[in-house]
C-alpha cells in the first residue's frame, strides 16, 4: 500500500477560527483560541494520521497590514514562510465577505504554485448555504484552488469531508512520525500557551496582546507537578490589570489554567504565577527571538 504524507499550511487573515479548525481536525486541543487577534504566535506543528494518509498541519499566525511592532513583523513572517514550505495550503476566511486583508493573502497565493484548498468557516453563522454561492464563485473563477468547502470548525459540520480533501491532495511519502503522535510540541510550551489562554480570555478589551508566559520551573513529580509561570506584561501599568483587586484576577487565571494543565498531563498540578514588566518587549528583537516566537515549536 502507498503512503502519503505531507505539510499543510492553514493561513488566513486573524480570527478566521485557524486553530479552531486544527483543534478540529486533530480533535485534541493543541493551540489556543480566542476571539482576539495575535492570539496564535507560533506555528504549532498539529499531525494526524489517517490508514496510510499523514497530515502534518501548521497553524500559522493571522496575517496583518499594518506590521509596525517587531513582533507582529515577525508573525507576518512566520505566516508567509508557511506557504513556501507546504506541500498544501489551506486558505481560510469566514461566512460571506472578502475583505482586504483577505484579498492580499490570496494575491500572494497566486504566485505559489502548490495546491490549495479554500476553507470558507463559521457555517454554524450563515442563515442559508445559498448566500454563500455568490463569493463561491468569485473565488473559483479568480483563483486556483483545488477545492472550496464551506465548513464550522467550531460544530464540526464538513470537516469529515474536508479531512477526505487533504487526503485525496497529499503527495505520495513516507510517514514522518508513528501514527499516535498529534503534536510537538514541547511540554513548556504548551503550558504557557494554556496559561496564556486563561490571561486572554479573563482579561477581556481590558488587555492588549502584550503578554507572554514564561516557565521558570517544571517539575514532575510521582504525584504532582509543580509549576512556576512568570507572567511577563510591555508596560507597569498593566501589571495591576493582570494581578486584579488583592490579587483576584490572576487568582482565576491560575485556578483556571491548572484545570486545564491537569487535563492535559492527567495528573495533580500546583501551579504558582507572578507577573513581571518588562518594557516594550514587543519591540525587542532579541528578546521576541530568545522567546521563539515564529518558531515552529519550543
Known amino acids: 500500500m502507498k503512503n502519503f504524507c505531507g505539510l499543510v499550511s492553514i493561513v488566513g487573515r486573524p480570527n478566521v477560527g485557524k486553530s479552531t479548525l ?50 507582529n513583523k515577525v508573525l507576518n513572517q512566520s505566516a508567509l514562510g ?22 492580499l493573502i490570496l494575491e500572494r497565493l497566486k504566485g505559489v504554485e502548490t495546491k490549495k484548498i479554500c476553507v470558507i468557516n ?70 504557557s500557551e494554556i496559561i496564556r489562554e486563561k490571561i486572554i480570555r479573563f482579561l477581556g478589551e481590558e488587555l492588549p496582546h502584550e503578554t507572554y508566559v514564561q516557565l521558570q520551573k517544571l517539575e514532575d513529580k510521582e504525584s504532582i507537578i509543580n ?4 507572567i511577563i506584561v510591555a508596560r507597569e501599568s498593566q501589571k495591576g490589570i493582570v494581578v486584579g483587586k488583592n490579587g483576584a484576577k490572576l487568582k482565576k487565571i491560575g485556578e483556571k489554567a491548572r484545570i486545564d494543565l491537569e487535563k492535559f498531563f492527567n495528573k495533580k498540578v500546583f501551579l504558582k504565577t507572578w507577573v513581571k514588566t518588562k518594557k516594550n518587549w514587543n519591540n525587542d528583537s532579541d528578546f521576541i527571538s530568545s522567546l521563539g516566537i515564529g518558531s515552529l515549536y519550543d
Open 82 to 103: 508557511a506557504i513556501e514550505d507546504a506541500d498544501l495550503i489551506i486558505f481560510m476566511l469566514q461566512r460571506n465577505k472578502i475583505n482586504t486583508l483577505d484579498e
Open 122 to 191: 463559521k457555517l454554524d453563522q450563515v442563515a442559508s448555504i445559498n448566500s454563500l454561492l455568490p463569493v463561491v464563485e468569485k473565488l473559483g473563477s479568480e483563483n486556483d484552488f483545488a477545492e472550496i468547502i464551506p465548513v464550522s470548525a467550531k460544530t464540526g459540520k464538513n470537516i469529515n469531508e474536508l479531512e477526505n480533501m487533504i487526503c485525496q491532495n497529499l503527495p505520495e511519502n513516507n510517514h514522518l512520525y508513528d501514527s499516535e503522535t498529534k503534536f510537538l510540541a514541547k511540554e513548556s510550551f504548551m503550558i
Open 22 to 71: 486544527l483543534n478540529r481536525l486533530i480533535e485534541q486541543k493543541i493551540s489556543i483560541t480566542s476571539r482576539k487577534s495575535q492570539t496564535t504566535r507560533n506555528n504549532i506543528l498539529g499531525i494526524k494520521t489517517k490508514d496510510n494518509h499523514q497530515m502534518v498541519f501548521i497553524d500559522t499566525p493571522g496575517v496583518h497590514i499594518n506590521a509596525s511592532k517587531v513582533m
Open 227 to 230: 509549576i512556576d509561570a512568570e
